[in-house]
């Protein structure tokens, strides 16, 4: 990542906004990033918990995150015509 984009990280996630749909970027032990998306159901001692649209709890400590943000929710899927 360029030091251009890395000024642009920013979090603005608070444990205020448990139970609100996030997207979360952290940086993991190899220096590269991973991104979670999902319902922030927690934020407690330093740990984040978020649980995907396939129901996987993600933990996530404090220390690694490099941006978050607030998303709207999740359109509702739309039903399949044969």
Request: charged fraction near 25%; charge should be positive; aromatic fraction near 4%.
């Amino acid at each position: 990542m360029s030091s251009r984009f890395a000024a642009q990280l920013v979090v603005t996630v608070t444990p205020a906004d448990v139970g609100q749909r996030v997207s979360l970027r952290r940086r993991l032990p190899t220096g590269e990033y991973s991104d979670v998306v999902g319902i922030l159901e927690s934020w407690s001692d330093g740990t984040l918990t978020v649980r995907r649209r396939t129901d996987e709890i993600v933990t996530i400590a404090e220390s690694v995150l490099a941006a978050g943000k607030v998303v709207p929710p999740m359109p509702p899927r739309r039903p399949r015509t044969a």
